[in-house]
């Protein structure tokens, strides 16, 4: 099993920053590919941004190319998303995810088998 928690999410004004964290445990391996998700109010869970085990292949969903970066330290076994430009469209709970079998459908969360319990993001205009 692997357990994932976020952390870094708030109250942040429209064109501010925010910096969420993953931190895995359990039994983590630095081969997972890790992504990230989110959820507004009503909506379904869409796709963020993807790394994969080593950070030097990386995804990212068109609605913030540009503004978002995926990282990670396998050292820390913490995956990073720094969020800039924030908008109040970016308004959401903010999920990680883990694949340990490395799927082509990066971008489908049926890929992953290990989820965090989410951070809310909340962007005012």
């Known amino acids: 099993q692997v357990q994932l928690v976020e952390s870094g999410g708030g109250l942040v004004q429209a064109g501010g920053s925010l910096r969420l964290s993953c931190a895995a445990s359990?039994?983590?391996?630095?081969?997972?590919?890790m992504a990230w998700f989110r959820q507004a109010p009503g909506k379904e869970r869409e796709f963020v941004a993807f790394?994969?085990?080593?950070?030097?292949?990386?995804y990212y969903a068109d609605t913030i190319k540009g503004r978002f970066t995926i990282s990670r330290d396998n050292a820390k076994n913490t995956v990073y998303l720094q969020m800039n430009l924030l908008k109040s469209e970016d308004t959401a709970v903010y999920y990680c995810?883990?694949?340990?079998?490395?799927?082509?459908?990066?971008?489908?969360?049926?890929?992953?088998?290990?989820w965090g319990k989410g951070t809310q993001v909340t962007v005012s205009s």
């Open positions: 995810a883990a694949d340990p079998s490395g799927s082509y459908y990066y971008t489908s969360p049926e890929s992953y088998e290990y």
């Open positions: 359990g039994r983590t391996s630095i081969s997972y590919a």
């Open positions: 790394s994969n085990w080593s950070g030097g292949t990386t």
